[in-house]
């Protein structure tokens, strides 16, 4: 992967991308359903978790004095609202078109955002407190630095171009994985505006961690007894290990040293990912070249 270099400030501008999902098959990286669907899980997880994180930046919204982070606060929303779509879509047209139906295991995401996550946890009326946004806003940034890391790996994951992985699935996660390297400040930086300190910090990424490994692992195991074509199930963590290995999930060690950074005094989101690299690609996207034409991207 390329050295990382620092975020420099620019306006975030949506990109109105659009996917044609009809020739897309259901094993988009063929011969490793293993990879094709612990990715796939992230299209379980992003619609309801993204639209969760614009509906606790509109909350904070009016309590932000800093101009500047106020206005990346509302192109990161408008980023977000826009992966939350793209993602449903995925749903929508990919899984249907293979049978594949993904209401059991969304529901328990819903559930989690809106209930664990949201307004009433544990049922507890603290939703508008200014503390309980505090957490919030670090359990995005906590997220959000896995998300920039994950799009980090995207856009240098070569192993997926070699696997000749299906073109229109491969721009969605390049674009959005572009998009988080470009706002990876934003969550961060808003999180330390309303005063998050460094315990809360350590205590949300624990919190994501656990997680998300579990979301990961039962989403994996959702995906596959769904998959139509019915592949073999093996162990995850070998399953993981030969898919890394060849390049089309990150290793496993260095998602590990990615939250470890995360726990350091000195950290910053800009010493993570490349800006110049993912606007570079934002600018080649297909879907993104297509949206400023009106099209959607289909690659057959």
């Known amino acids: ?112 955002f809106k209930h664990f996550l949201g307004e009433q946890p544990f049922g507890w009326k603290i939703g508008h407190t200014r503390f309980w946004i505090r957490q919030q806003l670090g359990t995005i940034a906590a997220l959000e630095h896995f998300f920039g890391y994950l799009g980090n790996w995207v856009l240098n994951a070569r192993g997926l171009d070699e696997a000749q992985a299906d073109p229109v699935m491969l721009d969605l996660l390049r674009w959005h994985g572009a998009e988080e390297v470009e706002h990876r400040m934003v969550a961060y930086t808003l999180f330390k505006h309303m005063g998050g300190n460094y315990l809360e910090r350590i205590l949300h990424m624990l919190l994501v961690m656990v997680i998300l490994l579990y979301l990961i692992h039962q989403g994996n195991r959702f995906m596959m007894q769904a998959d139509p074509q019915r592949p073999p199930r093996r162990s995850f963590l070998l399953s993981w290990r030969r898919s890394a290995q060849a390049g089309r999930l990150p290793r496993l060690g260095h998602v590990i040293a990615a939250a470890a950074r995360y726990f350091g005094p000195r950290f910053t989101p800009g010493d993570e990912g490349d800006t110049a690299q993912a606007l570079a690609y934002l600018a080649s996207s297909p879907a993104a070249s297509a949206a400023q034409h009106g099209g959607s991207y289909r690659a057959h």
């Not at 098959?25 to 990879?35: E, I």
């Not at 982070?69 to 749903?91: C, I, N, P, T, Y």
């Open 1 to 112: 992967m390329p050295t990382a270099t620092p975020a420099a400030p620019h306006a975030l501008e949506p990109r109105h991308v659009k996917f044609d999902w009809r020739h897309t098959p259901v094993q988009w990286l063929p011969g490793d359903a293993f990879a094709t669907h612990t990715i796939n899980v992230l299209h379980l997880l992003f619609p309801a978790g993204e639209l969760w994180f614009c509906r606790v930046y509109n909350k904070v919204l009016p309590m932000v004095t800093d101009p500047q982070v106020r206005a990346d606060a509302k192109g990161f929303m408008r980023q977000e609202a826009l992966h939350a779509r793209s993602h449903e879509g995925v749903l929508k047209h990919y899984c249907q078109t293979h049978g594949i139906d993904t209401q059991p295991f969304t529901d328990k995401i819903d559930h989690l």
